[in-house]
């Protein structure tokens, strides 16, 4: 099966792997009270097993780097606390270079109860919890006394870096480590994962600090986490509407079918409930939102989308057929992008996808002995485009941007339906 998915982890919705397995009896939001000599077991293991596992561990890192990275934090590991080891150990699987190998954070690491997204240089609040309301579409500006460019600098040594994936891919990545306090903590961001000060600068230009505290990590259902209380900036366009729901359409005004394909659970039970409206209904244009989308069998896109449309001439045509992409859509979403793009008439809208095309993935999983940490590594290398490029372009390229995202607005879907 061709199982490729994402493995970051994003808010509010926090589309994120399956968290480790506990023991019974333990509270999956405990600290494992695990011993040195159990961390070096488990370092040992991880880099054992990654050897083995990976299709090809050396393919950016070389093994002198991978060994010598592996030597060094098992000599510091007396002097580490527990969510500093965790780190440490992103930071090896980062430098591996693929978007699909990494280490999860574990359930027991919080979250600061902030949305946050980049528009271009900007990192806005998108939503938060009542307590931080003031910071609602305020840029964050500084995390205790760093700027938010070496905020993010150091952030970005915790997952594959742009130049192994792609710009879009660091912006969709970002965000869930930043709002991650013991991973701030452990970057050396900030001195008490209990509560940090965030400077934030409203649309005025006057800066404020409030000091956030984390929240334990939601339960996580359907690949989905959604924390309690979280309030919006605005209303939600539809494409932001029904965050745990994989797969679901509705039949604007004007006949435009709009499909949100954020997963494939399910895919064939729901595709034939579309096309079976789509069948039996006048539609002027189908448009089919792949921008939360991170991933699943790309097979079963291409068996239970991709065909059904090409079988159906009067909807697969050029300005009736659109396919929506973005900094989101990752992995057997992006296969199937390339897909409609080659098989379909659609046209594509958007950002540029957040993955390379030409990479290694297809994930699958171990679980360190001890600490439970599940670790994700690349089985497979795909190569969906024939050129090797950063990224897939789409044929219409609109960005986010502030002033559309505060009015509620979505331009991409603005521009789709003036078509």
Known sequence: MKRIAALTLVVVCLCCSQNATVSAG????????????????????????????????????????????????????????????????????ARVGDGHTGVHSPPWFRLYPLALYWFGGELRVT??????????????????????????ER????????EAE???YALNTSPSFITRPEVLHALGVITDPARAPFT?????????????????????????????GMLPVVAPPIFRQKPVERFWFTSLPDSTVYVSWRGYEKLGEQARSLFHFLDNHPVKRVVIDLRQNGGGDFLEGRKHMIRPLQQRAALNQKGRLFVIVGRRTYSAALANAVDFRKDTNAILVGEPIGERPNSYSENDELTLPNSRLVV????????????????????????????????????????????
């Not at 050897?51 to 002198?64: A, G, V």
């Not at 005025?204 to 690949?223: I, R, S, W």
């Open 26 to 93: 333990q509270d999956a939001t405990e600290i494992p009270a695990l011993s040195k000599q159990q961390w070096r077991d488990d370092l040992r293991y991880f880099a054992r097993e990654m050897q083995k596992r990976h299709m090809n561990l050396f393919h950016r890192m070389s093994r002198e780097e991978f060994e010598r990275s592996v030597s060094e934090l098992e000599a510091e590991i007396p002097s580490l606390e527990a969510h500093q080891i965790v780190v440490r150990l992103q930071q090896i699987a």
């Open 127 to 152: 939503a938060t919890t009542k307590d931080y309301k003031r910071a609602l579409g305020a840029r964050v500006v500084r995390i205790g006394e760093l700027p938010i460019a070496e905020v993010e």
């Open 155 to 162: 952030v970005r040594s915790c997952f594959p870096s742009a």
């Open 166 to 168: 792609n710009e879009w």
């Open 200 to 228: 934030f600068e409203d649309d005025q230009g006057d800066p404020f600090v409030l000091e956030l505290k984390p929240v334990v990590m939601p339960p996580v259902a359907h690949g989905t986490v959604v924390i309690p």
């Open 376 to 419: 994700s590594y690349s089985t497979r290398y795909y190569k969906f485009v024939d050129e090797d490029v950063p990224a897939v372009l789409p044929d219409v390229r609109i960005d986010p941007n502030w002033p559309e995202w505060r009015a509620g607005r979505d331009p991409v879907m603005d521009w789709i339906l003036q078509q």
